[in-house]
């Protein structure tokens, strides 16, 4: 398994191209299996877990071809995904339990097939995570729902129907099932206490280019008209905030000065203005924006929560900051129950950080020493590398494969900053 190995120290310096967003990527290629026209997506980023879903969506049918992304700043790839023909309805163990979002197939299976046949997710390394608002979304439009040999086998003989249904809890991942399957049911679906989150947005942009009425957009309440037949259309991955986030928190533990091109503070404004309040300095360019620090860091609270929120997937890149403010910071999880995995982690590179159930209280240290260390998480794995950056000595990172779902050529875009970064194959 490779490694990644980091000597910390040097500080970050010169630009960093941000990628297109996974968690708006994956929902987007689900959504060209409501269509027999092609739909085109640019700035798709090179990750793990979009090779896993171009294989879930193979095997159900999707033709899917891949190319070099045009844009001169970015090295996205441009993926043209063609429903024309479903070939099956059944998402695999095998696949599903690689990557949790391969649940978003339910829905759209339902609503085009009538039926489908999905994997439970199974365990996850950040809590429970169930599917219940997602089964329960779609049996209120109609479906039929059992659980059988660790499979939902859903279906809906007579078409999925609008419906108004409330989330008893925000969901990202339940609000982009339902809306998917709306885009096809006869009539209104108006979803309520929904999520809305850029990544949703993006969903509820490229779904209209394809011809489904959506009102509401970035909003708690979206209202989606059922389409009898969809356009073809072509799409553009939104950025990835937390991508950029993460680049953000690495330049400014380093006290370095980084331009994050194509990298938004319009997606990111609750953390742009905690990180403001820690002493970071980002300022608006052309092109995206740069990050400095004029001062040292101070600890600040933070607390996650849905969009417009603190996002949890930057809570352990935030933490690994805070380990080197001066004072303490407290930090409350509120999205997932064991979010908490970096702790002990960051403790072997000398962090003081205590965690009290929902909340960890990081106390700044001077130092942070390099050590082997284990990522258990795709965002906790990055907050170790962060903390490494930023450390004496060398840091091992094990389990990288967790870090390569979600963050394209992490450790090229950080050499190419001055980090002393290098993979260690096999
Ligand atoms: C998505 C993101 C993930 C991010 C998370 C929260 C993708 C591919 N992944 O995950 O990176 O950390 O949003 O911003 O976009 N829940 C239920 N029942 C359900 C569904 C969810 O109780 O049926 C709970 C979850 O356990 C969690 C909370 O709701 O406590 C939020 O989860 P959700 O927003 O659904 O996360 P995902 O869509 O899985």
Redesign the pocket.
Known sequence: MDRIRIRGGRQLKGEITVSGAK?AA?PLMVASMLSDKPLTLKNVPRLADISTMIQLLQQHGVEIQAAPGENGHSHGTTLTLCGSKITSTVAPYDIVRKM??SVLVLGVLLAREGEARVSLPGGCAI????????IAGLRAMGAEIDIDGGYMVARAPKGLKGARYTFP??????TENLMMAAALAKGTTVLANA?R?P?IIDLAECLAKMGVPITGIGTETLTIEGAQQLKAATHTVVPDRIETGTYAMAVAMTAGDVELVGGRLDLMEAAAQTLRAAGVVMEKTNRGFRVTRANGLHGVDVMTE?YPGF???LQAQMMALMTRAEGASMITET??ESRFMHVPELARMGANVVVHGESALVRGVPKLRGADVMATDLRASVSLAIAALAAEGDTTLHRVYHLDRGFERLEEKLAACGADIERLKG
Do not use: M, Q, Y
Request: hydrophobic letters at 40%.
């Open positions: 968690n994956l949790r979002a809590g429970a995570r169930p599917v219940d608002l997602h809890k925000v969901s990202v991942g339940a999520a989150e990544e849905p996002p949890t997937d999205i997932f």
